[in-house]
């Protein structure tokens, strides 16, 4: 694929169980175990609300373990 088709591909922005985010081509069944959040668009526009919205890269269950002192 091209790099200006590439540009032409619309996503979607996922997360799954571990509240990990990633982008998915918007026309494709999402992975098993991930959801939408309800933003889709170009591969920038998604890239940069994951930016925004993920701050914390860790695992969750890595946060609740921290959190709880294990």
């Known amino acids: 694929m091209s790099e200006g088709e590439q540009g032409k591909i619309e996503y979607k922005v996922v997360i799954n169980a571990e ?6 081509p918007l026309d494709r069944e999402n992975p098993l175990g991930w959801e939408s959040v309800g933003v889709s ?4 526009h998604c890239l940069e609300h994951i930016r925004k919205v993920w701050t914390d890269i860790r695992p969750l269950s890595v946060r609740k373990r921290m959190q709880d002192g294990s």
């Open 19 to 24: 509240e990990q985010h990633s982008i998915w």
């Open 41 to 44: 668009g170009s591969k920038e």
